[in-house]
Every structure is written in structure tokens, then in C-alpha cells.
């Protein structure tokens, strides 16, 4: 798991006394959304040490800058640095329940044929898991492969090819022929390239030429532009789940910060610069972590994102994660998307990977 921008030297200075109260008060504040006190902590938690003693503590966290106090007179809160030492040093070893994976195993495998309910539930259960906003991305080749080709006569010289890719992408264009063809011939035509055009990259498609007529040369054409195209996105169909979730959420009852940073989920330009620069070049099933927006992101200066690659690598892969506050529950949200992570990767490897 990969926090960013973390200062080691800094948490090398906590104490393990430290450590324990910067970590109740971060399970406090997860807990209530509002300020904890040092009274209030040694109470909740049968800490064997006084108020004062608490109070102390909790003044040197904050002047290290792992908390903050709101305003005067309140309780203390985390930092973004006392939730990145938080992450990187409390939660590594969670793991969701026996009988939640299960659950969720069960799930999957009840949807195991058909790639769009697959990342449609992953997105369902990332959401309900993690009570955040979640993203889950169509697995996504590197180097695009033609499946299967459908041509459907609509009026006229207009066709609509719709075309399947090897690991479930679909790619939809009206063509305009030179001349209007029957369905009989546009069927004979698709069944044709897809019979013969199985699992081929475009550089392959062009060596396959001679075997078609002109029109199957024309449509050929198309194909390869499609398969093109795909090979320049960065990420495929984009499956979105739970952002209520995170509109709920009382720290943003009266600010619109929520609704900046799901922008981010919605807009593909956007989407993309976030992914490119974070968990793209990462491994399979590796999970990272951004708080705050790590000082790129304006967007996300009130939350937290978790992300994680699903896939094969240099193959076919994927990305999930979920977005939330910072006091969303991280044990529980790093565990979630490990764990769906590993189980689509088991997916696209027994059922897409050829």
C-alpha cells in the first residue's frame, strides 16, 4: 500500500503513547465528525492516564501537525498528516470479515459470465462497503483486439457497426456507405470479419484485406479506426456507485467541497490526469491512497481516495477505488478495495485473457 507524501521523518518522532492517542482520536473523529476532547477520549476509552495528561499529548500532536483544534476551546482533529501516518502505520494488516468476503465472493460468482454486471456489483459493493462514492473502470487493453463486428441497416446508406472487443469494450459508429447495402449482405459481411478477424490488432486487420470485397474492405476500414481510438484511451467505461454517500456526509451539509471533488469521478479529462498520475504505473492489486488532494488536486482538499489496478498486467487491466472524507473509515475502505481488486483481477484472468 502506497500513502503519498508522507513524512517518515516526522512520525519517527511519536511515541508509542502518542501513536495510541493520535490513533483513538482518529477513531473517534471517524466516528462522531466532531472534535475530539481530551476528557471525553480517556472516558470513552479507558485510557489509565489523566485528562491532563491527554491534554499534553495532544498539544505536542498538534504542534508536530498531526492535529488541529477548529477553534478555541474545542477539541482536536486530524491533520492530513495524522491521517497519513494513520494509513501507513495502523491499517496495513486489515482484512474485511470471513463472512463479508464470502458474501461478496458469492456475489461475483453468480455474475461470472457477464463483464458488465461484474463491474456494475463491484461498484455496489465498494459503495456500500466503504458507505463512499465509488469508481470502477472497464478492463482496458494496451494493444486493442477486434471480438466480434454487428452491422444493422438503418434507412438508407447509413449502417450502425457495433463492435466488440476482446475483454467486453464495445465501440458503437453510424457508418455512411457509398451505396445502400441489404441486411442480408451486411450480415454476411459482419459475420465474415468476425469470423476471420478473431482476436486481430489492427496491424493485423490490414494483412486480411485480400479476403474481402470492397464493401467488406470499406467497413474493414472502420474497424481498424476503431480499434485505433481505443488504443489512445487511457481508461475504459467508467461505472460510478454511492455518491449520495458522500453528499450526506455531515462535513459537507453546508459547503458544496463534495460535489467539486465527485466532478472529478464524472469528467473524463479530469478522471484521466488523476489516474495517469497516481495509480496507473502501480501493480496489480497495489493499493494507494491520496488525503487531501496531496496539494494537486484542489478538488479533493476536503477528502480522501482510494485506489487500486485490477487486471492482467501488460495485458488487460482495470482501475477501482472509492472516494470519501478524510475521516472516512480506512481499514474497512483499503480492505474493500484490495479485496474486489483481487477478485475482478481473478476474473479477467479466467475469462478475458485469452
Not at 470471513?98 to 458474501?103: A, F, I, K, M, W
Not at 453546508?254 to 465527485?262: F, H, I, Q
Request: with cysteine.
Amino acid at each position: 500500500m502506497r500513502v503519498l507524501n508522507i513524512n517518515k521523518q516526522k512520525m519517527k518522532q511519536l511515541t508509542e503513547r502518542q501513536r495510541l492517542i493520535l490513533s483513538l482520536i482518529i477513531h473517534e473523529h471517524t466516528r462522531t465528525a466532531l472534535p475530539v476532547g481530551s476528557k471525553s477520549l480517556g472516558k470513552q476509552y479507558g485510557l489509565q492516564m489523566s485528562s491532563a495528561t491527554i491534554r499534553n499529548e495532544m498539544a505536542a500532536l498538534t504542534d508536530m501537525g498531526f492535529l488541529r483544534q477548529p477553534y478555541t476551546s474545542a477539541g482536536r482533529v486530524p491533520t492530513e498528516d495524522g491521517y497519513r501516518f494513520f494509513v501507513s502505520n495502523m491499517v496495513q494488516q486489515t482484512t474485511l470479515p470471513v463472512t463479508t468476503r464470502n458474501t461478496i465472493s458469492h456475489q461475483f460468482y453468480q455474475s461470472r459470465q457477464d463483464i458488465d454486471q461484474w463491474l456494475r456489483l463491484a461498484a455496489s459493493v465498494l459503495a456500500n462497503q466503504s458507505q463512499a462514492a465509488s469508481i470502477v473502470t472497464a478492463p482496458h487493453s494496451d494493444k486493442a483486439r477486434f471480438k466480434h463486428l454487428e452491422l444493422v441497416s438503418t434507412r438508407g446508406r447509413q449502417v450502425l457497426m457495433v463492435m466488440v472487443l476482446v475483454g467486453g469494450e464495445i465501440r458503437q459508429q453510424l457508418l455512411t456507405l457509398p451505396e445502400p447495402v441489404t441486411q442480408e449482405d451486411l450480415s454476411r459481411i459482419a459475420a465474415q470479419i468476425s469470423d476471420q478477424c478473431h482476436n486481430c490488432s489492427s496491424e493485423q486487420l490490414e494483412e486480411l484485406r485480400d479476403h474481402f470485397d470492397l464493401i467488406g474492405n470499406q467497413i474493414l476500414s472502420m474497424v481498424q479506426e476503431e480499434l485505433n481510438l481505443s488504443e489512445k484511451l487511457i481508461i475504459g467505461e467508467v461505472y460510478l456507485d454511492g455518491m449520495t454517500n458522500v453528499l450526506l456526509e455531515p462535513e459537507f451539509a453546508e459547503s458544496g467541497d463534495a460535489r467539486v471533488a465527485l466532478r472529478l469521478f464524472e469528467e473524463r479529462n479530469l478522471l484521466d490526469d488523476l489516474l495517469t498520475r497516481t495509480v496507473m504505473t502501480s501493480s496489480i492489486g497495489g493499493v494507494q491512497v491520496l488525503i487531501g488532494g496531496e496539494g494537486t488536486w484542489n478538488e479533493l482538499r476536503q477528502c480522501s481516495v482510494i485506489l487500486a489496478r485490477y487486471g492482467v498486467a501488460d495485458t488487460m487491466t482495470g482501475t477501482l477505488g472509492v472516494l470519501g472524507p478524510m475521516r472516512m473509515s480506512y481499514g474497512n475502505a483499503i480492505s474493500t478495495v484490495r479485496f474486489v481488486a483481487g477478485l475482478l483481477s481473478d476474473l479477467v484472468s479466467d475469462t478475458l485473457v485469452e
